[in-house]
């Protein structure tokens, strides 16, 4: 399907914006990618419909991130693979607002995406609504509760947790 | 060759590794990115390297427009020495490089001023 | 404790330490006599925050911090971020340079395999192996060195292309050191595949079901062994993996069956390490004379860079499975974020629907299937839950008990 096509086909979905990147990596490929919005409340329509239009797209990974006024989830998947050189990269960008960090959870669809749900919920503090396991996976358990590591805001890592000092015997280092 | 015959030839042949420090150590290719080599006479304190530099081993010293760096840090990654434009930095082929000692002199190169050789 | 702990008796744990991978494991096995009944992971006891402390470098000083996720994989991580920050530039590398970055990976490939081949060896009580395929990892290690300088830790991406050439005289060098490995390879191949213990001990150990392999959405040789033909090199033909042509081995193509076990993963690993041999001698033969980098010096790069904006992400099928590295920058010299997804998150993630209905003995072979270098587990604590007892023991005890039943289905022959 063309990409253009297939924007057109996620945007009807979500009722988001999108755009289309395809460059050229060498003679022969290019590197495909869609980007596409969704709302927290119709995204795992956009990825049913992906399922609906590709059977098994690959869960390539769950970006977490905050944005400042607001926190994104992205889910990326690879849709096409197992077709030599036609792999499209589809992106589902969710955003999630800061003073209610809910989202549902995917793991119906993806029970591998349990890993990459837990890595988002410790480390920008969203909480993924019927997760089946909600422990930390990545941060150890005696580091404080309430803090982010990723989160920009007064959620995340406060500065007397940072390490101040580095062993460089030269003066005037950027660390200190 | 099977599995028998190759363990045979194996027990008449030289072992694969080099028995290092016992003997000397086994010649570094071409391009071999050791430790760091500064001139001071050719640097133009263009800070190019301070900038590309992933570790900050580079400090640069804003009153002799030249720099220092502390080895120790260094992951001989030879950026530095790819950037600069008069030649200053060179990766010398010198490996032989642990010591317990942090402040080791080894480590240290380029104009004097630093905190660690005061002690 | 907690009840459930109790209910499901004697629990296992294997780990934690794993300092090769950016997810150092410990795994939990809860057993029945012999059988393991549930298992959990654990990640994160080396846990160092790399994405944050990369939002905090430049563009081109974090190529280097990504080098360094992983000490076998360091290319797998700097190509793939070397590709986003291509594509945020939009900038496309030089034909040459893409063909050496085919060959640097492929290398890397075959010595990866090679030591994960030489791990299974071991963790089986399978010693032979293990000094036979390390020893044949040399000749690639001395290979790399002669490309890019030192033996890990090559240095070689760059934004736009590759640091260094490879000029005629190594090309040559290289070429004669590829028949020799070949030989090596290939006698190793025979070895392992048709060798006694070797099947008995990996035939129907970790066996995955497919429908549950695409659903967990497994990587690189772990879906390849449940005949899922994915690979980025194939499906986006990254650097001049599509000029070359490059096609998946999945399981059937090398053993006739799909076995999603960890003999068929054996299988796919040691076909790829010769695949990736005769791709390092295509791509050596056919590569195109001209500049090796789109930026003559990397300063101009990383100019370049700062004024890049938007989102990119960048993939690369490492010898694990698929690297994804994804940035997002606003016009300044360093990313806002930087996400990085190694493959054996999900690979050795997904050994916890495995466990279930293996013997104890299996779980190093389980464990290590998905190449997760459990050789580098460093003690385990038993604990009898039932008779209030408490056992530390080390992972030569488990890889005793492992070899306790080589030799015991080896006897049984
Ligand atoms: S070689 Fe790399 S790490 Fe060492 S000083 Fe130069 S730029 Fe810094
Ligand atoms: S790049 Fe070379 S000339 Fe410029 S400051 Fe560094 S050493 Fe001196």
Same mark, same amino acid.
């Given at each position: 399907?063309?990409?253009?096509?297939?924007?057109?086909?996620?945007?009807?979905?979500?009722?988001?914006?999108?755009?289309?990147?395809?460059?050229?990596?060498?003679?022969?490929?290019?590197?495909?990618?869609?980007?596409?919005?969704?709302?927290?409340?119709?995204?795992?329509?956009?990825?049913?419909?992906?399922?609906?239009?590709?059977?098994?797209?690959?869960?390539?990974?769950?970006?977490?991130?905050?944005?400042?006024?607001?926190?994104?989830?992205?889910?990326?998947?690879?849709?096409?693979?197992?077709?030599?050189? *036609?792999?499209?990269?589809?992106?589902?960008?969710?955003?999630?607002?800061?003073?209610?960090?809910?989202?549902?959870?995917?793991?119906?669809?993806?029970?591998?995406?349990? #890993?990459? @749900?837990?890595?988002?919920?410790?480390?920008?503090? /969203?909480?993924?609504?019927?997760?089946?396991?909600?422990?930390?996976?990545?941060?150890?358990?005696? !580091?404080?509760?309430? #803090?982010?590591?990723?989160?920009?805001?007064?959620?995340?890592? +406060?500065?007397?947790?940072?390490?101040?000092?580095?062993?460089?015997?030269? *003066?005037?280092?950027?660390?200190? | 060759?099977?599995?028998?015959?190759?363990?045979?030839?194996?027990?008449?042949?030289?072992?694969?590794?080099?028995?290092?420090?016992?003997?000397?150590?086994?010649?570094?290719?071409? $391009?071999?990115?050791?430790?760091?080599?500064?001139?001071?006479?050719?640097?133009?304190?263009?800070?190019?390297?301070?900038?590309?530099?992933?570790?900050?081993?580079?400090?640069?010293? +804003?009153?002799?427009?030249?720099?220092?760096?502390?080895?120790?840090?260094?992951?001989?990654?030879?950026?530095?020495?790819?950037?600069?434009?008069?030649?200053?930095?060179?990766?010398?082929?010198?490996?032989?490089?642990?010591?317990?000692?942090?402040?080791?002199?080894?480590?240290?190169?380029?104009?004097?001023?630093?905190?660690?050789?005061?002690? | 404790?907690?009840?459930?702990?109790?209910?499901?008796?004697?629990?296992?744990?294997?780990?934690?330490?794993?300092?090769?991978?950016? *997810?150092?494991?410990?795994?939990?096995?809860?057993?029945?006599? *012999?059988?393991?009944?549930?298992?959990?992971?654990?990640? $994160?006891?080396?846990?160092?925050?790399?994405?944050?402390?990369?939002?905090?470098?430049?563009?081109?000083?974090?190529?280097?911090?990504?080098?360094?996720?992983?000490?076998?994989?360091?290319?797998?991580?700097? !190509?793939?971020?070397?590709?986003?920050?291509?594509?945020?530039?939009?900038?496309?590398?030089?034909?040459?340079?893409?063909?050496? =970055? /085919?060959?640097?990976?492929?290398?890397?490939?075959?010595?990866?395999?090679?030591?994960?081949?030489?791990?299974?060896?071991?963790?089986?009580?399978?010693?032979?192996?293990?000094?036979?395929?390390?020893?044949?990892?040399?000749?690639?290690?001395?290979?790399?060195?002669?490309?890019?300088?030192?033996?890990?830790?090559?240095?070689?991406?760059?934004?736009?292309?590759? =640091?260094?050439?490879?000029?005629?005289?190594?090309?040559?060098?290289?070429?004669?050191?590829?028949?020799?490995?070949?030989?090596?390879?290939?006698?190793?191949?025979?070895?392992?595949?048709?060798?006694?213990?070797?099947?008995?001990?990996?035939?129907?150990?970790?066996?995955?079901?497919?429908?549950?392999?695409?659903?967990?959405?497994?990587?690189?040789?772990?879906?390849?062994?449940?005949?899922?033909?994915?690979?980025?090199?194939?499906?986006?033909?990254?650097?001049?993996?599509?000029?070359?042509?490059?096609?998946?081995?999945?399981?059937?193509?090398?053993?006739?069956?799909?076995?999603?076990?960890?003999?068929?993963?054996?299988?796919?690993?040691?076909?790829?390490?010769?695949?990736?041999?005769?791709?390092?001698?295509?791509?050596?033969?056919?590569?195109?004379?001209?500049?090796?980098?789109?930026?003559?010096?990397?300063?101009?790069?990383?100019? =370049?860079?700062?004024?890049?904006?938007?989102?990119?992400?960048?993939?690369? @099928?490492?010898?694990?499975?698929?690297?994804?590295?994804?940035?997002?920058?606003?016009?300044?010299?360093?990313?806002?974020?930087?996400?990085?997804?190694?493959?054996?998150?999900?690979?050795?993630?997904?050994?916890?629907?495995?466990? +279930?209905?293996?013997?104890?003995?299996?779980?190093?072979?389980?464990?290590?299937?998905?190449?997760?270098?459990?050789?580098?587990?460093?003690?385990?604590?038993?604990?009898?839950?039932?008779?209030?007892?408490?056992?530390?023991?080390?992972?030569?005890?488990?890889?005793?008990?492992?070899?306790?039943?080589?030799? @015991?289905?080896?006897?049984?022959?």
């Amino acid at each position: 399907m063309d990409l253009n096509q297939l924007l057109e086909e996620l945007k009807r979905v979500s009722g988001g914006e999108g755009f289309v990147q395809d460059q050229e990596m060498s003679k022969t490929s290019r590197r495909r990618r869609v980007w596409v919005t969704a709302d927290r409340r119709n995204f795992r329509s956009v990825i049913l419909k992906l399922v609906e239009m590709y059977t098994y797209p690959q869960l390539s990974f769950i970006v977490a991130q905050d944005l400042g006024d607001r926190l994104q989830l992205i889910y990326s998947f690879e849709v096409n693979s197992g077709k030599p050189l *036609e792999a499209v990269e589809v992106s589902v960008k969710v955003d999630i607002p800061k003073d209610d960090p809910r989202i549902a959870t995917i793991t119906d669809m993806f029970p591998g995406a349990e #890993v990459y @749900e837990r890595e988002a919920q410790e480390m920008i503090g /969203v909480d993924v609504v019927g997760l089946p396991d909600k422990r930390r996976l990545l941060i150890p358990e005696d !580091f404080p509760e309430g #803090v982010f590591p990723l989160r920009l805001d007064e959620k995340g890592i +406060p500065p007397e947790l940072w390490k101040k000092k580095s062993p460089h015997p030269l *003066e005037g280092d950027g660390n200190e | 060759m099977g599995l028998v015959s190759w363990i045979v030839r194996n027990l008449f042949s030289r072992p694969m590794t080099n028995r290092f420090p016992k003997t000397p150590p086994v010649p570094v290719p071409e $391009g071999f990115r050791g430790k760091l080599q500064y001139d001071p006479e050719k640097c133009i304190g263009c800070q190019l390297c301070v900038r590309v530099c992933p570790t900050q081993t580079i400090k640069f010293l +804003p009153e002799e427009k030249k720099i220092a760096f502390w080895v120790g840090r260094c992951v001989f990654c030879s950026q530095c020495v790819e950037v600069c434009p008069t030649g200053a930095l060179q990766m010398s082929k010198n490996f032989l490089l642990a010591s317990d000692d942090m402040h080791d002199e080894r480590y240290m190169g380029g104009p004097a001023r630093r905190r660690g050789m005061e002690r | 404790m907690s009840e459930e702990y109790r209910e499901l008796g004697v629990s296992i744990p294997i780990g934690p330490f794993h300092p090769a991978l950016k *997810e150092p494991i410990g795994f939990r096995i809860w057993v029945e006599g *012999e059988k393991i009944v549930k298992a959990d992971i654990r990640f $994160g006891h080396n846990y160092r925050g790399i994405e944050l402390i990369g939002a905090r470098r430049n563009w081109i000083q974090i190529l280097y911090l990504a080098e360094r996720i992983c000490g076998i994989c360091s290319w797998s991580h700097q !190509f793939p971020l070397a590709q986003a920050i291509e594509s945020l530039m939009d900038v496309r590398p030089p034909d040459r340079a893409n063909y050496i =970055r /085919v060959v640097v990976g492929e290398l890397e490939r075959i010595h990866s395999h090679m030591l994960w081949l030489g791990v299974l060896g071991h963790e089986i009580g399978f010693d032979t192996l293990l000094h036979l395929t390390w020893g044949v990892r040399e000749k690639v290690m001395d290979a790399l060195e002669l490309i890019s300088g030192n033996r890990v830790n090559y240095a070689m991406a760059t934004i736009g292309g590759v =640091r260094r050439d490879i000029t005629e005289a190594k090309r040559d060098i290289l070429l004669r050191k590829l028949d020799d490995l070949l030989k090596g390879v290939e006698t190793l191949r025979d070895i392992v595949l048709t060798h006694k213990l070797v099947l008995l001990r990996t035939e129907g150990v970790g066996r995955y079901d497919r429908e549950l392999a695409l659903r967990l959405c497994l990587q690189g040789p772990m879906a390849r062994m449940c005949g899922i033909r994915k690979d980025v090199r194939q499906d986006e033909g990254v650097a001049a993996y599509g000029d070359l042509g490059f096609r998946a081995i999945v399981a059937r193509d090398v053993v006739g069956k799909d076995g999603c076990d960890a003999y068929s993963a054996t299988a796919v690993r040691v076909a790829e390490t010769i695949q990736s041999i005769n791709l390092v001698r295509d791509a050596l033969m056919e590569m195109p004379p001209g500049p090796i980098s789109a930026f003559p010096k990397p300063i101009v790069a990383l100019t =370049r860079a700062s004024k890049a904006e938007g989102e990119a992400i960048g993939r690369y @099928e490492a010898p694990r499975g698929e690297v994804i590295h994804y940035v997002r920058a606003a016009k300044s010299d360093k990313p806002k974020r930087w996400k990085v997804r190694a493959p054996s998150l999900i690979n050795v993630y997904s050994t916890k629907w495995v466990f +279930p209905g293996h013997q104890i003995a299996d779980a190093v072979v389980i464990a290590a299937q998905p190449d997760p270098c459990i050789a580098c587990t460093e003690r385990a604590l038993i604990v009898d839950l039932d008779r209030g007892e408490r056992r530390v023991v080390d992972h030569a005890y488990l890889t005793e008990l492992s070899r306790r039943k080589s030799k @015991e289905v080896m006897g049984d022959v």
